[in-house]
């Protein structure tokens, strides 16, 4: 089964610090691997996704991700974290159904 | 392109109750998928349809839940005699057919209180 982890509940950055947040996948065949933002009491936003070439995935919001398959990672990050960037990120992977989600990662930026 | 527009955003229901979900997908999508979500856990796959085919049930929370697109355009996901447990939001997304790589947009939510 398509499966991805996100090892941590919680990560707190200071804001103009980078951020990473960190995903793993499982999968059967060729990753299709996406992240999505939620803010508090909103449906998800898509911010970007791999399917193939470059292993460096530039998304929505300054976002980007990089892809390591010997890792088998996934790791959403940006530059220079913004006070608005403080929500919950998911990581997913794609199935001949749907999206398998992680638990989520609450991402806290402080001034 | 208006988004996925779902209704009611918002549902306060004793237990007992049904409840019906309403969701509009983007008008070109053909499929069309419903998850929960529950409180510090990841959205929940629990159905998808293909144009008006339901084409995987097995992930429904029980029989209680059903849901149904009959033309092919919006969808509705119905829990009949509504427990507290159900409590939970339930999002609407759509995608286009074709291919793995085809993102997938999510709705606001509708969020259920079961009293």
């Known amino acids: 089964a398509q499966s991805v982890a996100q090892p941590e509940d919680q990560v707190n950055v200071a804001e103009g610090n980078p951020l990473t947040v960190k995903c793993t996948y499982s999968?059967?065949?060729?990753?299709?691997l996406f992240w999505y933002v939620q803010y508090p009491n909103r449906g998800l936003q898509f911010l970007l996704k791999?399917?193939?070439?470059?292993?460096l995935v530039k998304g929505s919001y300054g976002f980007e991700a990089e892809f390591n398959k010997s890792q088998t990672s996934f790791h959403l990050k940006k530059p220079s974290a913004l006070v608005s960037d403080s929500a919950l990120y998911f990581c997913?992977?794609?199935?001949?159904?749907?999206?398998?989600f992680g638990k989520g990662t609450s991402l806290l930026v402080t001034p | 392109d208006t988004g996925v527009s779902q209704d009611p955003r918002h549902k306060i229901t004793k237990r007992g109750q049904n409840v019906t979900f309403r969701c509009d997908p983007i008008?070109?999508?053909?499929?069309l998928y419903w998850y929960r979500q529950t409180l510090g856990q990841g959205p929940e796959f629990l159905t998808y349809?293909?144009?008006?085919?339901?084409?995987?049930k097995s992930r429904l929370l029980s029989d209680r839940f059903s849901a149904e697109r009959p033309k092919g355009s919006f969808s509705t996901l119905e829990i009949q005699r509504t427990e507290q447990g159900d409590s939970a939001m339930y999002l609407c997304?759509?995608?286009?057919?074709?291919?793995?790589?085809?993102?997938?947009?999510f709705g606001e939510g509708s969020w259920l209180t079961v009293v």
């Open positions: 349809f293909q144009n008006e085919a339901q084409l995987e």
């Open positions: 997913a992977v794609r199935d001949l159904r749907a999206l398998n």
């Open positions: 791999y399917i193939t070439g470059d292993n």
């Open positions: 008008s070109e999508h053909n499929r």
């Open positions: 997304a759509s995608s286009l057919v074709s291919g793995f790589g085809n993102t997938i947009y």
């Open positions: 999968v059967s065949g060729n990753p299709y």
